[in-house]
């Protein structure tokens, strides 16, 4: 399709799209289906911020490639794959998800293995807990029937499929994948792309069962050499045990065959690993070994041979593509500007002090004056403080004015998404004192007006993966807080008609610009804003915008 003829499309119905839902193509869309379609590179890169219709773009993209090529979309949160699914489900995508999503045939109500079920009453049993996990041959994931392997066998030769980084992941290491490489690959929300591909590749071994199956001592130190020639031993045993085991009679029967082949499959990926490439990041419940170059794994793994491989974000950055071994050259790179007013998303940093383990007590006099300042000029108007910490949370809420404490809401870490449900949906002028609101929330237009990031996002570099990547890209480290930050700004602004405000109170943020700007996407720079004082809120201007 030439560049001419992208510019002279039809309506989006006329390919099918709902026309309620897309009456009109965007400039921007027309200029990323364009660069998706005519680039001459194998890779394409589009920072396409909220508002510029990325998800239309790319759908249209897959149908225009032509009629007998197939194509795939990853997505990573749940919310966008089951959007993917209400709005183009019906024009013949497949939705494929993980195992855990589908009830086992072979242990439900009439299959062949319904007495190894759980007979605890309500429970449905799943995919992800079949017998098939437990070595046992199941005619109805190889003959048909089982609902997980019957959408996989679909997807062998279906023409579009939407499905979400894990399950693609997944399929590929250890069953068969989808079928022939696809034609084209979207990759959304492809900012976090290589965390997701290192997430895939950990190694999780939990300690209570290394017990059950008579494990008892691992090796003395962190070595990965160590610990590679100690899962080749104990691979071996336990490829003893479950030969010795007879044919399951219980769901306890079934579960033990299932526990040593998962242990059985765990060690076997540890015996095989690069010693040199992996690190040891072990906690309380588990012994646990990541990769600190997912790069070397990104092909095999998740472009998987894919004729063209499109990345999508709003915040995609040069640095991503490095961070997944794609060198500038071999990739087409489009920054969409925003169409939203930076005036009416405008990133203000106000001069506070450095928010970091050095605070002495004035600093956190001064930190937690500047929060109630800036709250109680803003009495009519929900907000949301990025504490990044629940100790900074803490502070917060005892140290409020009494002025506008009650306005204060929060959460802990089991009942965030209740909370946040509240929060977005009472009329009261809240403010949400939170350490977790980053990526998969949106707060459009009365739910948040103003936003305060109260410490820059700087990962703990004590966490052993990320001091590794460091040591090997210093640069690592930066990428990941202005990731995080982009994001946690976003939270506020959804479409051109919206407003909010952000105040940055962390004077880390003055020499982190200057010098990691160009780790951000564009748009996001073009609303920075250094203030002396704070700023009059942005509600009482917005006459002038």
Not at 6 to 32: H, M, N, V, Y
Not at 236 to 247: I, N, P, Q, V
Not at 268 to 294: M, Q
Request: charged content about 20%.
């Amino acid at each position: 399709m030439s560049t001419r003829q992208t510019q002279s499309l039809p309506p989006p119905s006329a390919f099918g799209f709902s026309a309620s839902k897309f009456p009109t193509w965007r400039e921007d869309q027309i200029i990323a289906l364009d660069i998706i379609l005519n680039a001459p590179t194998r890779f394409v890169g589009l920072n396409m911020p909220t508002g510029s219709g990325k998800t239309l773009a790319y759908m249209a993209a897959l149908i225009l490639q032509g009629d007998h090529r197939r194509g795939v979309v990853l997505t990573h949160a749940k919310g966008l794959q089951d959007q993917l699914y209400q709005d183009f489900g019906g024009m013949g995508v497949l939705d494929i998800r993980g195992q855990r999503n589908y009830p086992c045939a072979a242990l439900g109500e009439g299959g062949e293995f319904q007495h190894l079920a759980d007979p605890t009453p309500g429970i449905v049993p799943t995919c992800d807990q079949g017998p098939c996990h437990a070595g046992l041959i199941c005619s109805h994931k190889e003959g048909g029937g089982c609902g997980y392997y019957d959408n996989i066998r679909l997807g062998q030769f279906w023409r579009w499929i939407s499905t979400n980084y894990a399950a693609w992941l997944a399929q590929k290491r250890y069953v068969a994948g989808f079928g022939t490489p696809p034609d084209m690959l979207i990759l959304d929300e492809a900012d976090i792309a290589d965390e997701v591909l290192a997430d895939s590749l950990t190694i999780t071994i939990p300690k209570w069962e290394l017990h059950t199956v008579g494990i008892q001592t691992v090796p003395d130190g962190p070595s990965a050499l160590l610990w590679r020639d100690w899962a080749k031993f104990h691979k071996a045993r336990l490829g003893k045990k479950l030969e010795a085991l007879g044919t399951p009679q219980s769901n306890s029967d079934l579960k033990t065959r299932r526990r040593l082949k998962h242990l059985e499959r765990l060690l076997t990926s540890l015996a095989e690993i690069d010693y040199t490439a992996w690190v040891p990041c072990h906690d309380e419940h588990h012994w646990k070994f990541a990769t600190i170059r997912p790069s070397v794994f990104a092909e095999p793994h998740l472009f998987q041979g894919a004729k063209k491989v499109v990345l999508v974000s709003g915040t995609l950055t040069p640095k991503t593509f490095a961070l997944l071994g794609i060198q500038p050259a071999q990739v087409t790179f489009f920054q969409c500007p925003s169409r939203f007013n930076p005036r009416r998303r405008p990133v203000i940093h106000v001069p506070t002090c450095n928010v970091d383990n050095k605070m002495k007590a004035e600093h956190w006099d001064l930190w937690s004056t500047r929060i109630n300042q800036i709250v109680g000029a803003r009495p009519g108007v929900k907000g949301i403080i990025h504490t990044r910490s629940y100790k900074r949370r803490d502070v917060i809420l005892a140290r409020a004015d009494q002025a506008h404490a009650s306005r204060m809401f929060s959460h802990g870490d089991k009942d965030l998404a209740k909370r946040v449900e509240i929060f977005k949906g009472t009329p009261s002028p809240l403010v949400l004192v939170s350490p977790s609101i980053v990526t998969g929330w949106n707060f459009p237009h009365d739910q948040c007006r103003f936003q305060i990031i109260a410490k820059l996002p700087f990962p703990d570099t004590r966490d052993p993966v990320i001091k590794a990547r460091v040591e090997m890209d210093p640069e690592y480290l930066y990428h990941l807080t202005m990731r995080d930050l982009v994001q946690s700004v976003g939270r506020g602004m959804r479409d051109p008609l919206d407003w909010c405000e952000t105040l940055v109170i962390d004077n880390h943020f003055k020499w982190f610009m200057a010098k990691y700007r160009h780790l951000a996407p564009q748009w996001f720079v073009q609303a920075v804003v250094y203030a002396q004082t704070i700023p009059k809120p942005l509600g009482s201007l917005l006459t002038t915008l």
